[in-house]
Antibody, heavy 122, light 107 residues
Framework: QVQLAESGGGLVKPGGSLRLSCTASGFTFSGYYMSWIRQAPGKGLEWVSYIGRNSNYINYADSVKGRFTISRDNAKNSLYLQMNSLRAEDTAVYYC???????????????WGQGTLVTVSS | EIVLTQSPATLSLSPGERATFSCRASQSISNYLAWYQQKPGQAPRLLIHDASNRATGIPARFSGSGSGTDFTLTISSLEPEDFAVYYCQQRSNWPQTFGQGTKLEIK
C-alpha cells in the first residue's frame, strides 16, 4: 500500500535551518508530482511547494520563496525540503503529499504522510 | 490568490442526520475543487475531487456539488467516524489554497 513517512522535524532557533525528508513506498515514486503542505498548530492547511516527476517543474508559495528548496531523489524514493532562514511563522506540521494523478499535475493530494513537526523558537 | 470561505465554522449534529458544508470561492474556479476530511492527529484524507467525484474508497454517503464560486459537501447520514474537520481546496489558480475548515462535532 502507498506509504509516505516524513522525518527531520524538530526545534530550531529563528534564522536556523532544517532539512525534512519524506520516504515513499508502495507506488512508483518517479511517476508522480510531490508536494509539501504545512499546518500551523490549530490552524488550516497551506501548500508550500511542489516538484515535478523529474524535478523539471518546481514551484513555491510566496511565503517560503527564496528560503525553502524542494528536491527529490527518485532512486531513493525520497522527497526533501531544505528550510533556511526559518521564522516563528514557519512553525507547523509539515506533510509530504502525493499528487492525485500520475503523469499530470492535478493539484489535488490523494496520499499524505503523518507529518513532522517543525518548531521555530528561541 | 483565491480565498475560500467555509461555513459554518462548526456544525453540531447527531449520527444519522444529514450534514451540509459550504465553500465559497472569491472568484470562479470552475469545478476545480476538492474536499478533505481530517481527524485529530491524522493527515487529511481526500474525499472529493473536481467538485463531485468521489475519491477511491470513499463511501457513497459523501457527495459534492457546485461550480463557479459555490460548492457543497453533503454527508447523507452521519456515521460516528465522520466527526472531524472538513476542508475545501481549489486548484484552479496557483497557488492552490484551502478553506479554513468546518468542524463537525457530535451534538
Amino acid at each position: 500500500q502507498v506509504q509516505l513517512a516524513e522525518s527531520g522535524g524538530g526545534l530550531v532557533k529563528p534564522g536556523g535551518s532544517l532539512r525534512l525528508s519524506c520516504t515513499a513506498s508502495g507506488f512508483t515514486f518517479s511517476g508522480y508530482y510531490m508536494s509539501w503542505i504545512r499546518q500551523a498548530p490549530g490552524k488550516g492547511l497551506e501548500w508550500v511547494s511542489y516538484i515535478g516527476r523529474n524535478s523539471n517543474y518546481i514551484n513555491y508559495a510566496d511565503s517560503v520563496k527564496g528560503r525553502f528548496t524542494i528536491s527529490r531523489d527518485n532512486a531513493k524514493n525520497s522527497l526533501y525540503l531544505q528550510m533556511n532562514s526559518l521564522r516563528a511563522e514557519d512553525t507547523a506540521v509539515y506533510y509530504c503529499a502525493r499528487d492525485f494523478d500520475s503523469d499530470l499535475l492535478t493539484g489535488y493530494f490523494d496520499y499524505w504522510g503523518q507529518g513532522t513537526l517543525v518548531t521555530v523558537s528561541s | 490568490e483565491i480565498v475560500l470561505t467555509q461555513s459554518p465554522a462548526t456544525l453540531s449534529l447527531s449520527p444519522g442526520e444529514r450534514a451540509t458544508f459550504s465553500c465559497r470561492a472569491s472568484q470562479s474556479i470552475s469545478n476545480y475543487l476538492a474536499w478533505y476530511q481530517q481527524k485529530p492527529g491524522q493527515a487529511p484524507r481526500l474525499l472529493i475531487h473536481d467538485a463531485s467525484n468521489r475519491a477511491t474508497g470513499i463511501p457513497a454517503r459523501f457527495s459534492g456539488s457546485g461550480s463557479g464560486t459555490d460548492f457543497t459537501l453533503t454527508i447523507s447520514s452521519l456515521e460516528p467516524e465522520d466527526f472531524a474537520v472538513y476542508y475545501c481546496q481549489q486548484r484552479s489558480n496557483w497557488p492552490q489554497t484551502f478553506g479554513q475548515g468546518t468542524k463537525l462535532e457530535i451534538k
